[in-house]
């Protein structure tokens, strides 16, 4: 009743208090749930680099295609991921920072009905080369197998190679790829691997943290630009969910925002 009577009393002093507390309460209020990600979507969505590394990705990629030598042996392929190597999901993200939502399936699976992904730069171009010197384009994905009809045709509307429910794998039971590259691995022979993501070319990345991430891209690091081809995805993935977080997805938004400020490093 103290704080009332003082409200009462004097308006000056209850505007003070208003706006002390006011203070307060600002300062309670969590960090937006994916305002650290601006930055890495306003990159892939206007730097004129990304682009560039896109076409850099796509023309190192059909120099090794055009290199390849005839084979009597098993038909040759590529196996590639879809999303942020195939297609461009940057509206999706867009949307989460508009609304301050983190991932959710549900949404996911909204996004994918639209059928609105656009192909990432020099991804339609170096596909249906690969398709015209008679190479196999399998697209293993995890998405949700429920989304196999519509990420066909969104695959089909853009014009892109194989874009049928045999070359097309998405996730059913385990997000691990392993299983399905071995099922092209049995009748094709795999020229390359393209993917935005370090477990889209070898199971050596799964479940691992940022140390052992890195320790096997050095371990592999002769096979970049040759069997496999990297692009470029600073918005999401395994470095962030796997490598950041410690593949512990049940962190308050506020422990995600200081585990990310306890990772950079300074002078």
Same mark, same amino acid.
């Given at each position: 009743?103290?704080? %009332?009577?003082?409200? #009462? $009393?004097?308006?000056?002093?209850?505007? &003070?208090?208003l706006l002390t507390n006011c203070s307060k309460v600002e300062k309670a209020v969590d960090t937006p749930?994916?305002?650290h990600t601006i930055s890495a979507l +306003?990159? #892939?969505?206007n730097s004129a680099e990304y $682009?560039? +590394?896109?076409? #850099? =990705?796509f023309n190192i990629a059909r120099r090794n295609l055009e290199s390849i030598q005839s084979s009597e042996g098993k038909p040759y392929a !590529? !196996?590639?991921?879809?999303?942020?190597? %195939?297609?461009? @999901?940057s509206p999706y993200n867009a949307m989460q920072v508009e609304k301050d939502k983190d991932y959710e399936k549900t949404d996911w699976i909204e996004w994918g009905k639209l059928e609105?992904?656009?192909? &990432?730069?020099?991804? *339609?171009?170096?596909?249906n080369?690969?398709?015209?010197?008679? *190479?196999? %384009?399998?697209?293993? =994905? @995890?998405?949700?197998?429920?989304q196999l009809p519509e990420t066909i045709e969104n695959l089909k509307a853009l014009n892109l190679p194989n874009a049928d429910v045999n070359h097309v794998f998405l996730k059913t039971d385990s997000s691990d790829k392993q299983e399905r590259r071995d099922e092209v691995l049995e009748e094709h022979e795999v020229l390359l691997y393209m993917g935005d993501n370090l477990s889209d070319f070898s199971a050596l990345f799964d479940n691992q943290n940022s140390e052992n991430r890195n320790n096997a891209a050095s371990e592999l690091r002769n096979d970049f630009g040759s069997k496999y081809i990297i692009f470029p995805n600073p918005m999401y993935g395994d470095w962030e969910t796997k490598g950041i977080y410690e593949r512990k997805n049940d962190w308050t938004n506020s422990e995600k925002d200081s585990i990310r400020a306890s990772k950079i490093y300074s002078y």
């Open positions: 009743m103290k704080f %009332v009577r003082i409200l #009462q $009393k004097s308006p000056a002093i209850s505007l &003070l208090i749930i994916r305002e +306003l990159w #892939q969505q $682009k560039a +590394l896109c076409y #850099q =990705s !590529i !196996i590639t991921d879809i999303d942020e190597t %195939v297609l461009d @999901n609105k992904a656009k192909a &990432l730069p020099g991804a *339609v171009a170096f596909f080369f690969a398709d015209s010197i008679g *190479v196999e %384009v399998f697209y293993i =994905s @995890n998405r949700y197998d429920l």
